[in-house]
């Protein structure tokens, strides 16, 4: 017993060298030296998981349960389903880990995000707002709000991130609460927000992307613009940011600035809707 657990934790080492053959090796002699050891059989299950084996994943989770009812093994075989597809057995097992570990968060996190991605958001909520009450962690709050903001009940958002330990000095809380503000029209306290995150986390594209849009959601294109052309900086290709950029330029009349910019859009994207929109009006602009 002691010669395979000790050959398995030589097998974890290398699993997390990412030299799987090797902990596959490994693995496969505990199991020799002990055909119940349930800890190598869930081993191999991550193992097969990693390579994205799904089939070979589960049959080794399903043996591993059979020696020992553990939450994480329920967990694990859950997960390697919803790759196969097999929704009812994983959202099944799942329930399993949650009744062996009603406090686990990983078990807690992983069915909330099954639920999610069922479109089961109300059910997600509810195991977010349990996981929540729980533990402290800024992730949890952020993924209970991101929940509430899909179902479109933003202001109940807002006071979950607002009222969080960390609202003051995370960059994700505050861009989450500006989206928030954004949502609810509050364009003055979004940009507050947006900039309070950005002082954080400078760097962060997708930051300085809404802080443009808020902008054009309150009429001040110029602030608007001078955004957009720092983030076409950083990114020339962005085709999302570049036609932002001409929608602002035609609120401006700035109708020549606007059809290089667009032509630019069309030369990568020929078929771009928007911008094939954006040149017709600039003809009929431009031909006034």
């Not at 902990?23 to 390579?51: I, M, P, S, V």
């Not at 954080?200 to 602030?223: E, M, Q």
Request: charge should be neutral; aromatic fraction near 10%; proline fraction near 2%.
């Amino acid at each position: 017993m002691e010669k395979a657990i000790e050959i398995n934790n030589k097998g974890v080492q290398h699993f997390l060298n990412k030299e799987f053959d090797q902990a596959e090796e490994q693995y496969l002699q505990a199991l020799k030296l002990d055909n119940k050891n349930a800890t190598a059989l869930n081993n191999l299950g991550l193992l097969h998981h990693q390579k994205k084996d799904y089939e070979q994943a589960e049959r080794y989770f399903l043996n591993a349960i059979n020696i020992n009812h553990k939450a994480t093994y329920f967990l694990n075989l859950a997960n390697a389903q919803v790759f196969l597809r097999k929704w009812e057995d994983a959202e099944t097992n799942y329930q399993t880990a949650l009744k062996l570990q009603p406090n686990n968060e990983n078990v807690l996190a992983s069915l909330a995000r099954f639920y999610e991605n069922s479109n089961k958001h109300q059910q997600a909520n509810e195991v977010w707002l349990s996981l929540v009450q729980q533990s402290p962690r800024k992730e949890h709050s952020i993924d209970l709000a991101k929940n509430l903001m899909t179902l479109k009940r933003f202001e109940e958002a807002l006071a979950v991130l607002s009222n969080h330990p960390w609202f003051n000095s995370s960059a994700a809380i505050q861009f989450y609460a500006g989206i928030c503000e954004f949502n609810l029209k509050n364009y003055g306290l979004a940009e507050l927000a947006f900039k309070n995150s950005l002082a954080i986390d400078p760097d962060n594209f997708k930051t300085r992307h809404y802080l443009a849009i808020n902008f054009i959601a309150k009429g001040a294109s110029v602030s608007a613009l001078k955004e957009l052309n720092f983030l076409m900086r950083l990114n020339p290709e962005n085709e999302k940011v570049r036609l932002d950029a001409v929608s602002v330029l035609l609120s401006l009349k700035r109708w020549e600035e606007a059809q290089k910019l667009n032509n630019e859009v069309l030369t990568l994207n020929e078929g771009s809707a928007k911008a094939l929109e954006y040149k017709k009006i600039i003809e009929q602009m431009k031909s006034k």
